[in-house]
T-cell receptor
C-alpha cells in the first residue's frame, strides 16, 4: 500500500517570503500522480498543483512550484511571495495510475503567514 | 457549474439515530468519491463509484455505513445507527476521468454525534 508522509505539522513564513513544504511517499509503482491540496478555514479542499510521475519537468502554477525527486520519492511544494491568503492546511496526496482512483493523503502541514 | 454540492453542511444527531449525507457531483463527472476527515485518521477514502457502480468500498468502516448512487447526479452516505466516533467531516468529490484528472471536492458535511 502507498503511504504519504508530511513531517512538518506546522510552518510559518513572513509575508512576501518563500516557504517550502515537504512530502515524501512510498510506493512500488512506477506510474502515478502527486497532488498538493489546500484547505483553508472554510474546509474547502482546493487543488493547488499536480505532477505526473512520468514527467521529469517540475510543475508550476503561478507562485506555486514543486520539486519532484522520483528516485528519492520526494515531492515538496514551494510557495513564493507568500500572501495572507495562503494561510491554510496543505495536504500532499498520491494517486495510482494502475486502476485504483483513490487519493492517499498525508497528515497535512498548517501554514501560517506572518504579516 | 455549481461545483460539487453536499447537504446538509452541518448535522448534529444523537447516538443511535440514522444519518443520511447527500452529494450531487459535477455534471458529466463519471467518478464520485466519499472521504472522511478526522483528527485521528486524517483524510481517508470510504468508497468510490464509477458510472454509478461501487468500485472500492474497502474504506467503509463497518456495516453501519452504506453508500448508494442511484443515478449519475446523486449519491448518499448513510450511517445507521450512528455512534460518537462517527463524528467527522465527510467530503464528497467527483472527477471526469481516471488517473491525473482533478478530484473536485464539495464543501463537506460536519457531523457531530452526541
Amino acid at each position: 500500500a502507498q503511504t504519504v508522509t508530511q513531517s512538518q505539522p506546522e510552518m510559518s513564513v513572513q509575508e512576501a517570503e518563500t516557504v517550502t513544504l515537504s512530502c515524501t511517499y512510498d510506493t512500488s509503482e512506477s506510474d502515478y500522480y502527486l497532488f498538493w491540496y489546500k484547505q483553508p478555514p472554510s474546509r474547502q479542499m482546493i487543488l493547488v498543483i499536480r505532477q505526473e510521475a512520468y514527467k521529469q519537468q517540475n510543475a508550476t502554477e503561478n507562485r506555486f512550484s514543486v520539486n519532484f525527486q522520483k528516485a528519492a520519492k520526494s515531492f515538496s511544494l514551494k510557495i513564493s511571495d507568500s500572501q495572507l491568503g495562503d494561510a491554510a492546511m496543505y495536504f500532499c496526496a498520491y494517486r495510482s495510475n494502475f486502476g485504483n482512483e483513490k487519493l492517499t493523503f498525508g497528515t497535512g502541514t498548517r501554514l501560517t503567514i506572518i504579516p | 457549474d455549481a461545483g460539487v454540492i453536499q447537504s446538509p453542511r452541518h448535522e448534529v444527531t444523537e447516538m443511535g439515530q440514522e444519518v443520511t449525507l447527500r452529494c450531487k457531483p459535477i455534471s458529466g463527472h463519471d467518478y464520485l468519491f466519499w472521504y472522511r476527515q478526522t483528527m485521528m485518521r486524517g483524510l481517508e477514502l470510504l468508497i468510490y463509484f464509477n458510472n454509478n457502480v461501487p468500485i472500492d468500498d474497502s474504506g467503509m468502516p463497518e456495516d453501519r455505513f452504506s453508500a448508494k448512487m442511484p443515478n449519475a447526479s446523486f449519491s448518499t452516505l448513510k450511517i445507521q445507527p450512528s455512534e460518537p466516533r462517527d463524528s467527522a467531516v465527510y467530503f464528497c468529490a467527483s472527477s471526469s476521468a481516471p488517473g491525473g484528472t482533478t478530484q473536485y471536492f464539495g464543501p463537506g458535511t460536519r457531523l457531530l454525534v452526541l
